[in-house]
């Protein structure tokens, strides 16, 4: 089942789309859905992850696309700071 929400944001990210995979939420009080796909957009990643927690669902995956995600390198790894020590 598919479900997809509506489109709202700001002009830099209204291309991302959010989509998470869920399993075990309750649907109208009576039966657990198996596995649900939800496309929502980036700006409303938040409010959906809560709805999904607030009716007994887990989240099993969640991607990004859209935007420009594609054209970003990762960020380099962080080095750990040498450590002084007294002697």
């Known amino acids: 089942m598919k479900v997809s929400a509506g489109t ?3 002009s830099f990210n209204s291309g991302r789309q959010v989509t ?3 399993t075990g ?3 109208n009080d009576y039966s657990r859905t198996a596995d649900l796909v939800m496309n929502v957009p980036y700006t409303r990643m938040n409010e959906t992850m809560r709805m999904v927690q607030r009716m007994g669902g887990k989240i099993t995956g969640v991607s990004v696309s859209g935007g420009d995600l ?3 390198q990762p960020a ?3 080095k750990k700071a040498a450590r002084k020590t007294e002697g």
């Open 8 to 10: 709202r944001g700001t």
């Open 76 to 78: 380099p790894a962080r």
């Open 70 to 72: 594609e054209a970003k």
């Open 25 to 27: 939420m309750n649907n």
């Open 20 to 22: 998470f995979t869920v």
